[in-house]
């Protein structure tokens, strides 16, 4: 249902002008969108965000990364030019479809600041609903049924070492989830993942 409901929306037309950005962009990338709509969706429903904002948040957050050269996403100068390069084209791609004008330019920001963590940067997604939902989503990716085994690749790491890696990582104590619903689901991921990967505690 709640993928009728984005795919009958603007959403879905700003998804289907995004959407070559990241066929040119990193591999995982349109599984990593798709997936995040619909849990993006349901928190908003859930807990009451502003989904005209979070939405497209989360459809234009990498495109940038179709405009950078290929590497480690995890190196910060590609960091830094993966959010400069998405804003552009995030603004770009709200104006052909007549998006709202102020609230174009609140998600402009928030494309180019979306993952200053990685700079150290805390306190704007504490402080802010929509970028915290966006965090909390982007970060229960990893522990899903296709983010976990590309970030293990990425990582270079083994199935234990990147549930432990998880569930140790500094966003939840620097960037606490901002609402029960966005919590509640990346718990539930990390635990299928431990069903998965054969490491459930059996009693
Ligand atoms: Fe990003
Ligand atoms: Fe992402």
């Given at each position: 249902m709640l993928r009728e409901l984005i795919m009958n929306t603007i959403y879905r037309k700003i998804w289907d002008l995004a959407k070559p950005y990241y066929e040119k962009g990193r591999p995982m990338d349109i599984a990593h969108i798709e997936w995040m709509m619909k849990d993006a969706m349901l928190v908003c429903r859930k807990e009451k965000i502003d989904d005209s904002l979070l939405l497209p948040l989360v459809i234009l957050h990498d495109v940038g990364y179709s405009a950078v050269p290929k590497?480690?996403?995890?190196n910060l100068d590609l960091r830094k030019a993966h959010m400069e390069a998405g804003a552009r084209i995030a603004g770009q791609t709200l104006e052909t479809v007549g998006y709202p004008r102020e609230k174009v330019i609140q998600i402009v920001k928030y494309v180019s600041v979306h993952d200053n963590w990685a700079f150290g940067e805390n306190n704007i997604y504490t402080g802010d609903r929509v970028l915290g939902t966006f965090n909390d989503l982007d970060f229960a990716w990893m522990a899903t049924k296709e983010g976990f085994p590309a970030l293990m690749k990425i990582l270079n790491k083994g199935p234990a070492e990147m549930i432990n890696y998880l569930e140790t990582d500094s966003k939840l104590k620097d960037?606490?989830?901002?609402?029960k619903t966005a919590k509640g689901l990346f718990e539930k991921y990390v635990k299928e993942r431990k069903t998965e990967y054969g490491l459930a505690k059996t009693r």
């Open positions: 590497g480690n996403p995890f960037r606490p989830f901002s609402t």
